[in-house]
C-alpha cells in the first residue's frame, strides 16, 4: 500500500514552483526592458542624401562628427540615422540649405542656440520625428529663409506655407520660430522667446488681432525693422522684445499694454514717435536708453504724462489730435 504525501507538503511544492516561474517571468521582463532595441529604428530605404558636390558643408561636418568614414564623398539616409543628439554640433555652421536634416529620423530634440549663428543656412526641414524644439533654436541667422516642417510632424507644422514653426501651448498656437519671409497666421496666440532673434531680413511683422503674449528677445537684433504696431491684448512688452532693432523708427502701443519691461527698446537709436492712445500710462521699467522720440498722447492726457516719473523723461509729449 502505497504512502501518499501529506497534503501541506503538496502545497509547499507547487508554490515553489509558482515562485519560481514568476522569477523567471521577471528576469525575462526585465532583461526585454533593460536591454536596447535596435529594431526600434525607423525602417527607411538607403539613399544618398548629400555628396561633396550637393552639400560639402554637410559632408564634411559628418566627417568629423564620425557619421561617414574620413574619407567617404557622400552620405545617406542610413547614416542620418545614427545622429540622436544634436547638442551644438550645427551652431556657427556653414551650411547653405539643409533639406536633409529631415532624414534625420533618430533626432527628438532641436535645444536652444542648435543652429544658432549659422550665418549662411537659408532653408531647413524639421524631421517628423522632433518632439521638442527650444527657445532661441535657430537665433542669430540672418539669413534664414525658410522654415518647413515634415508633413509627417505630429508636434510641429508650418500651416499655410508660413515660413515658420507652429505648435500648440496652453491649447492655443505658439509660433516658436520665424525667418524674414514668415508670415503669423490669424490664430496665432503666442510668439516663442527669441523666435526672431537676430532676424536681420525682416522688414515688417503683422500681428494677428487677437495676440496674447510676444516672449522676451522675440525680435531682438531685427535690425531692419522700421515700425511696429503692438496689438490689443499684449499686456506686457518683455524684457528684451526689440533690443537692438537700430532701424525701428515708430512704436505704436495699443490700450492694453500695461509695462515695457526691461530694456524692451534698448538699443533703438532710430527710434523718433511714441503713439500710446492709453488714457493711463504703461509702467516702464528701464525700457529705453534714451528719451528723444516725440510721444502722442490721448487728448486731454497730457500732464497725465508728464506727471509720470518716466514718461515726463521724453523732452516732446504732444496731444493726439
Not at 528576469?27 to 544618398?48: C, H, N, R, T, W
Not at 534664414?144 to 515634415?150: G, I, K, N, S, Y
Request: proline share 4%; aromatic share 10%; glycine share 6%.
Amino acid at each position: 500500500m502505497s504512502q501518499q504525501t501529506p497534503f501541506f507538503k503538496q502545497i509547499w511544492f507547487l508554490g515553489g514552483i509558482a515562485a519560481l516561474a514568476i522569477f523567471v517571468l521577471c528576469f525575462f521582463a526585465i532583461d526585454l526592458v533593460g536591454s536596447p532595441d535596435e529594431s526600434q529604428k525607423p525602417d527607411v530605404e538607403m539613399e544618398v542624401i548629400a555628396t561633396l558636390q550637393t552639400n560639402e558643408p554637410l559632408i564634411t561636418l559628418a566627417r568629423q562628427q564620425g557619421w561617414i568614414e574620413a574619407n567617404a564623398t557622400e552620405m545617406t539616409s542610413i547614416d542620418a540615422l545614427n545622429v540622436d543628439s544634436l547638442g551644438q554640433i550645427f551652431s556657427n555652421c556653414n551650411l547653405l540649405s539643409f533639406g536633409e536634416f529631415r532624414y534625420f529620423l533618430c533626432v527628438k530634440e532641436i535645444p536652444a542656440g542648435a543652429f544658432a549663428h549659422s550665418e549662411k543656412l537659408k532653408d531647413i526641414v524639421i524631421p517628423a520625428s522632433v518632439v521638442t524644439i527650444d527657445y532661441g533654436a535657430f537665433a542669430d541667422c540672418p539669413n534664414l529663409e525658410d522654415l518647413q516642417v515634415d508633413t509627417a510632424n505630429t508636434h510641429y507644422d508650418s500651416r499655410n506655407n508660413c515660413h515658420g514653426i507652429i505648435c500648440t501651448w496652453k491649447g492655443k498656437l505658439m509660433l516658436v520660430a520665424g525667418c524674414k519671409n514668415t508670415t503669423l497666421p490669424a490664430d496665432v496666440r503666442y510668439i516663442a522667446p527669441q523666435a526672431f532673434a537676430g532676424c536681420t531680413g525682416l522688414q515688417k511683422v503683422v500681428f494677428p488681432e487677437r495676440m496674447e503674449e510676444i516672449g522676451e528677445e522675440a525680435f531682438r537684433d531685427c535690425t531692419s525693422l522700421t515700425e511696429i504696431e503692438i496689438p490689443q491684448g499684449i499686456r506686457f512688452v518683455e524684457a528684451g522684445t526689440f533690443m537692438g532693432c537700430t532701424a525701428l523708427q515708430s512704436v505704436t502701443l495699443s490700450k492694453s499694454v500695461e509695462r515695457l519691461r526691461e530694456k524692451s527698446f534698448s538699443g533703438c537709436t532710430s527710434l523718433k514717435t511714441i503713439n500710446t492712445p492709453k488714457r493711463f500710462p504703461a509702467v516702464i521699467e528701464n525700457a529705453f536708453d534714451a528719451f528723444t522720440a516725440t510721444v502722442y498722447v490721448p487728448d486731454g492726457q497730457l500732464n497725465t504724462y508728464y506727471r509720470d516719473k518716466v514718461w515726463k523723461k521724453f523732452q516732446n509729449i504732444k496731444e493726439m489730435k
